[in-house]
């Protein structure tokens, strides 16, 4: 989710809220050039932040409130999941045989 300067490494948070409200607070502060040009922001969806995450000049931690709902049948035409589940971990993001996802 690349979306401005600020993404998320997996596609288990939407980063599109957090970057908007981010953005809209830092936007001056990079034209009038008080930070560096190059600043790295990124979001991470859990606290183990893979991806090199915490490497980042700022970085978030997107903490669901709510379980999310999952559409089993868009996720397996949308994601790279091979990819995104061998990036988690914890395997918090595996594919549900009985779904097909």
């Given at each position: 989710h690349t979306q401005g300067w600020?993404?998320?490494?997996?596609?288990?948070?939407?980063a599109s809220g957090l970057v908007k409200s981010i953005m809209d607070e830092l936007a001056p502060y990079f034209s009038s050039k008080r930070l560096p040009g190059?600043?790295?922001?990124?979001m991470a969806c859990c606290l183990n932040m893979c991806g090199a995450v915490?490497?980042?000049?700022?970085?978030l931690v997107?903490?669901?409130?709510r379980v999310?709902?999952?559409?089993?049948?868009?996720?397996?035409?949308?994601?790279?999941?091979?990819?995104?589940?061998?990036?988690?971990?914890t395997a918090a993001i595996r594919p549900n045989p009985k779904e097909k996802s």
């Open positions: 600020v993404h998320c490494h997996s596609a288990a948070t939407d190059k600043t790295r922001i990124a915490h490497c980042s000049d700022i970085a997107g903490v669901h409130r999310p709902v999952i559409d089993h049948e868009r996720v397996s035409k949308v994601c790279e999941l091979p990819s995104l589940i061998a990036s988690c971990p």
